[in-house]
């Protein structure tokens, strides 16, 4: 039996837009701005124009900015139950008014009123009632941190009021004030939201909405009065933002593109399973970036599961997104259909099968039909490029270990799917994939109290749960850093000299690598002089060379990060033993290198900071979140893999095991460079680690020079982390300009200094989150 069509009313949705005279300025300081330079907003299922919009300007943005930041204090000092009760407020707005939302928003992007109205709707609400609930509970839960001030926040057109919710209500729940931009092409629910936050009581300035294009966003970017950048959208754009921020001491959060893997066994359950799939592939026509568009079926059920699967797309439902029958609605515009095209092409260019039910396409607007590509090599433009659109492409596996191999072979690694019958299989499979969220026998569930967000080229930062909150506060540690380096750094080592010269001292320090002292690659040394100017040393020079082997090292270290956290604080408290041990040995050579009168002391707090992180490695405990499905999420932190790390000048070994320590005691790998100026505490260390259990590979040393080496750390393919602290602010800006070809995470000093000695500054817990990342795992319980 055919249903009939069954369309929503969008009477209310265009009244809302006659009244406003289908023409917005931009809403700056609780007031609309006249409308200025015009772009028309398209509804893409029909091709018809819904409203104007203003393209907003640098000068709209100062403006924004300026009301943001006029708003800022008086927001926090509302208080965290002040906050709240706006919060909800805006909640129960959102939830009277869900139909307007859900109709505008569908009118807008093309998606069906099915999913905005039974997802997206849900999802915003559920978001600012959780938001109210951490402003209430602030001053208890994150009394060690303060809101950033003033974020900029800009979203793309997938799902254009979630992210907005997304973004919005942590950032106020924190005390923060907004500039947010919604994408150019579905920007009238944001616009209607602006009216939400005024019924709310939300202060003027506090929220604030400019629309328009990229220029906007570049804007934003570049803005002084900004603190903090969260951005979705595609990882070109991602990049760009990172390059342009570097240096500017911004936070950065960045949720990019995907290829997430949907990963079938054998022993699943395939109906249920090709049910997950229509809403892993198919929700939102595709244009989703956590979209399951890799299919990885197991050898054996292939066959028999691609039937079905076809015969499942043979009934999907294709039209009017308006009617609440229709499964799949219009891209959100001509472009994207474009280039979804041209990537289905090219698969069928290289002899691909590609699959589509005969479906009808309405005349006007933008649509594609659901397509399942197969026979696709694993390095397919199709395989490895993000489509976001309704296309899937499978491929087969034989053995867990290949669909692990598989999975991960992308640069993204936002989400994952794993479908098996079998809670051994599927809880050793979650941890082996390389992605920020896993879905067991589920798919594309979101929650406010569940963290999301990628690993990899997906980006970095969480966005729902208490990791999200963080993007949005500042520990307070880094208010109580002095505006300046406690220690001028020396003046650059000497030329190198070719070890072995009749200028060379007899005792160079080599490097170490892979559990061995090495040469450098170019049999260069540098000559390090004491306090007194007096030639007390020679260290190799490091080169890329040189990084390259203990990165190869580091990477094959890996039952490191396999070991349990009792094994490593077991290693951090043997270093320590054995650092004690010849603790009158280092404090000599920390006088002799700086003249410091406290080097005795800066030995014990050393020994004393690898008590702290040993004490730390078993117990930063992830959490089990309890969504409103009928499951549990599990957040790890895990380690991030291989982390490159410049330490601090001064402090040469307190520096050096403040950093180290909290790296490898959750289960990293590092290739550092000590102190620049004074190395040798780090290769007199050599010894106490190699009498330490630390295996070979875990920690790698490169002395030289500091910029040459963050370079090469911060360029370097295969290092997942770069750290630096070493007082120099141009230095921390390249390397985040740099880190951002392969999206590495960043964690840099800048030119500020840090007391080394103090653990509030050292230590905590916003150390550990920049030596992890959250990986959220969704898990049936009690279904
Ligand atoms: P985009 O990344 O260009 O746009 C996202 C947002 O960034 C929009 O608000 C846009 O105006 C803004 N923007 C553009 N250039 C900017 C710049 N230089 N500085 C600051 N902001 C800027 O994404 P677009 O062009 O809409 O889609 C292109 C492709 O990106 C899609 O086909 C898809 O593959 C991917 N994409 C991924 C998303 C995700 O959630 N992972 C979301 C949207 C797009």
Redesign the pocket.
Known sequence: MEYGPAPESTKEAQAWLEQRGRQFGLFINNEWSEAGELFASINPASGAKLADLTQGSAADVDRAVAAARAAQPGWQALGGHGRAKVLYAIARLMQKHARLFAVLETLDNGKTIRETRDVDLPLVARHFYYHAGWAQLQAEEFSDYRAVGVVGQ?????FPLLMLAWKIAPALAAGNTVVF?????TSLTALLFADICVQAGVPAGVVNIIT???????A??KHEGIDKLA????????R??RE?SAGSGKKLSL????KSPFIVFEDADLDAAVEGLVDSIWFNQG???CAGSRLLVQESVQDKFLAKLRARMDKLTLGSPLDKSMDIGALVDP??KQ?IEGLVQSARDEGCTVYQPACELPADGSWFPPTLITGASTAAAVAQ?????PVLVAMSFRTPPEAVQLANNTVYG?AACVWTENISLALDVAPAIKAGVVWINTANQFDAACGFGGYRE?GYGREGGREGMYEYMTALSEDARPAAPLLEPKAKAKAAVPAGSPFAIDRTAKLYIGGKQARPDGAYSRAIHGADGALIAEVGEGSRKDIRNAVEAAHKATGWTKATAHNRAQVLYYIAENLAARGEEFAARIAAMTGTKNAEKEVQASIERLFYWAAWADKYDGLAHQPPMHGITVALNEPLGVIGIVCPNESPLLGFISLVAPAIALGNRVVVVPSEAHPLSATDLYQVLDTSDLPAGVVNIITGSADELARTLATHGDIDAVWRHDGSAEGCAEVERLSASSLKRTWVGGAKGRDWYSTAQAGGRAVLAHASQVKNIWIPYGV
């Open positions: 800009i979203v793309p057109w997938n931009k919604p994408a150019e092409f328009g294009d990229g220029r906007v966003g570049e934003i970017v951005f979705t959208g595609s990882t070109e754009v991602g760009l933002i342009a949720e990019l593109g995907g244009q989703v970036c472009v994207q280039r490029a993000e489509i976001f659109g936002l997906s």
